[in-house]
């Protein structure tokens, strides 16, 4: 059976998420994000092109190191304003029956007891079609603005999200018996108490004694994303996520981070595919390579490099506006995104260059041209580093998602690598077709309680 390749949008609820300066293009809808019918046409869209999900991505703070400020990310409004990612699915839910919405929230900054609450409601709202994008947060200014003086180490962010999850688990998985409530008229009581436990979690970061807000929601807990790159964050990955978003920019780092993860996830115990990869990757493409070339040339005409800089400023935690554009900048190790020395290495490069080179594709792999060009590259992409599938990152919003489902959906059906319908049921079962609940090899299982009644 020919792999078939995984497909998740890549947005955020704001007006410029990774290329700055194109909302200004006049196809653009981006500064419509604050509209529902937005987030509406934009799910309907991805389920007419069989997207797998919606991957929305979130900040708690502002992008303020360069210039020492948040001037230039407000001027181009890079990642900020900036609304709730977990507000809009529900509406989106009603439009579409398949499409997965991922939703992204820092560990650092909510208890993970009030957390737990809130996505078993949208995996019920849902139908069990959403997950959890796990990050630990690496912005200074959301840490000061919830109550810390600086962002926490970064080992000390992964042990807190260790036991963050580990509360969760217990929650999700372990709170209520499958059997513990019943809509029976004739059944007396509606939740029956011996089958509702408190958890008793006593920890170093968290204590939680009590019940789990919520009856068990369809897939219990949600499909468990994550995106920490670093060694910590892979481990981290390895050891809970189901479905890793990476930011290769080479299909040789790409290859060496997929080896990395399986053998990682198949040490914690795991089988190395129940974790699917993906890659982010951008995709400019229109009729035939003519026309997608063209189009890539009218992207760059509105793209902003103080947002450019705003951004790349943030994600390495250094000034880059102490920098001519044309002076030589080395990437340094830092605490706040360690991964970006491995992808960008300790060369020498000019912010001028680096502008030109990444404002579009900052995120992962990049692709221009017609169908063929585009698909071509998917596959071999995905041949030659063992990835699942792409994080597919706009340019303009919804342009370049309606591009690439006119346009490339269809060449990848013809080649017999991307699906022609749905499988029914929840976001996990589409995705590893082994029902709604997490494997027994996962780490959450061990939390769960089985009753008499699950194994008849």
Known sequence: MTRQIVLNAFDMNCVAHIVAGTWRHPESQAAQYKD???????????????????????????????????????????????????LVVPAMATVTEHL?????????FEHPYSFARRMSTLDHLTKGRVGWNIVTGYLESAARNHGLDTITPHA????????YTEVLYKLWEG???DDAVGTDPRRAEYADPAKVHPIGHEGRHFRVPGIHLCEPSPQRTPVLYQAGASSRGKQFGA???????????????????VADIRRRAEAAGRDPYDVKIVNGHVVVTGADDAAAQARYADFRRYIDPEGALALWSGWLGTDLSQFDLDDPVAVTDNEFLKSSVQNYG?????????????????????SVGGPQRVADD????????????FNITNAITPGSFVDFVDHVVPELQRRGVYKTSYAEGTLRHKLFGQGPRLPETHRAAGYRRVTQEAHR
């Open 36 to 86: 529902l019918r937005y987030w509406l046409d934009l799910a309907k869209l991805l389920e007419r092109g069989l997207f797998d999900g919606l991957f929305i991505a979130d900040v708690l703070g502002v992008y303020d190191v360069y210039g020492g400020g948040p001037e230039a990310a407000l001027r181009s409004g890079a990642q900020v304003p900036v609304n709730d990612p977990l």
């Open 100 to 108: 997965g919405f991922g939703v992204t929230a820092a560990t650092s």
């Open 156 to 163: 000390d962010r992964y042990d807190i999200a260790d036991e």
């Open 175 to 177: 709170s209520w018996d």
């Open 239 to 257: 050891e809970n996520a189901e479905v890793i978003f990476v930011g290769a920019p080479t299909k040789e780092a790409l290859r060496e981070t």
């Open 346 to 366: 300790q060369g020498q490069w000019t912010l001028r260059d680096f502008v030109d080179a990444h404002a579009i594709d900052a995120e992962g792999g990049f």
């Open 378 to 389: 998917l596959q071999e992409w995905v041949e030659e580093t063992d990835v699942d599938g």
